[in-house]
């Protein structure tokens, strides 16, 4: 009677989820960010608490996918140390919010409300670990690409200024992939007024607290 293999590799039970599949999930869950909640019974502090982070931090989410997008379709995912950058980077938000979760803690009600939207932008903060492993490579177009995304980003900084931080690194990848002139004075006519509007934002930020 033939021995059955007793060396065959185990099979894995965990789905392998595609780009797309990925993209649709974090639009998903960066959507449930902008979903009207019910009315819940805790103080103002606590409304006030969690109406700042979910505009706030669900705000930021969304914008950074839009940025998680723009880099896998430019190929930047396919340089690791970029991926491993860009996700600390994306975290730092997520932080802030954990921090002032907890420091203004006001009830199980609205407490555990921000706790879920700090793990959904925690969720979207972590997507591009999983878009490396289907990173497409940087192609000759791939400047022009993100140089149309910081242009987009950059419409949208001048009505809400600190988008322009968003307009910012598209901008700079682009002028370090550019091939030919054209493509660098693209990339620079977006960074540097985008440059422009974050720090004079910045600037009218500090000024009353140096008042």
């Known amino acids: 009677m033939p021995q059955a293999n007793t060396h065959a590799r ?4 965990i789905p392998k989820a595609s780009p797309k599949t990925l ?17 819940m019974a805790f ?6 608490v969690s109406m700042f982070i979910i505009l706030g931090l669900g ?12 880099f896998y379709f430019a190929g930047i995912y396919s340089r690791p140390t970029f991926v491993t ?17 907890v ?3 006001q009830g199980f009600a609205s407490g555990s409300l921000n706790l879920s939207i700090v793990l959904i932008a925690t969720a979207l903060a972590l997507l591009p670990l999983n878009l490396r ?25 001048l009505f809400i ?7 910012m690194p598209a901008a700079a990848l682009a002028l370090r992939l550019a091939r030919t002139t054209q493509q660098r004075l693209m990339a620079l006519v977006i960074l540097v007024p985008a440059a422009g509007v974050f720090l004079i934002w910045l600037g009218q930020m500090i000024s009353p607290l140096l008042a």
């Open 103 to 105: 420091l203004n803690w």
């Open 161 to 167: 200024a600190p988008i322009a931080l968003f307009a």
């Open 85 to 101: 950058v860009h996700v600390i980077t994306a975290l730092i938000a997520p932080l802030i919010a954990l921090l002032f979760t």
């Open 23 to 39: 993209a649709a999930n974090a639009l998903m869950l960066g959507a449930l960010t902008l979903v009207p909640m019910p009315a």
């Open 43 to 48: 103080d103002l502090a606590g409304a006030q």
């Open 10 to 13: 185990p099979q894995s039970f």
């Open 59 to 70: 705000s930021l989410g969304l914008l950074n996918l839009g940025l998680q997008l723009l």
């Open 133 to 157: 492993h289907s990173a497409k490579p940087i192609t000759e177009s791939s400047a022009h690409l993100l140089s149309f995304g910081g242009l987009l980003f950059f419409i949208m900084a």
